[in-house]
């Protein structure tokens, strides 16, 4: 089992751009299926992107398509979230997720998805 680590959240004015890494411990990242959510104060837990263990399929919200882009590195143990035009309602906590029996056909529900990190917030200002 992974133990996701979130970075790179932080301030940001409307249209401007952040990147998001998530790097997971142990040796078995590249097994895992990984997925970014977030969370608004007083919102459930939101689907954003997940990517599966070679990075070739990738699934988005539609509310961040064409602004966000998933991307891995299994040699590094790392995920990336690069977040581009960025909008008051990105504005949350950004959670990184892993699970190895995750598939295509359920990576947008956070409850498949067994290890979490701790978040990193985004907040983004008009």
């Known amino acids: 089992q992974v133990q996701p680590v979130e970075s790179g959240g932080g301030l940001a004015q409307t249209g401007d751009s952040l990147r998001l890494s998530c790097t997971a411990s142990g040796s078995t990242f590249s097994s895992n299926y990984m997925g970014w959510f977030r969370q608004a104060p007083g919102a459930g837990r939101e689907f954003v992107a997940a990517i599966s263990q070679r990075g070739n399929i990738i699934s988005y919200a539609d509310s961040v398509k064409g602004r966000f882009t998933i991307s891995r590195d299994n040699a590094k143990n790392t995920m990336y ?8 309602e990105d504005t949350a906590v950004y959670y990184c997720a892993a699970d190895p029996q995750v598939n295509r056909f359920d990576a947008r529900d956070y409850r498949n998805f067994g290890s979490w990190g701790q978040g990193t917030q985004v907040t983004v200002s008009s």
């Open 81 to 88: 979230l690069q977040m581009n035009s960025l909008k008051p």
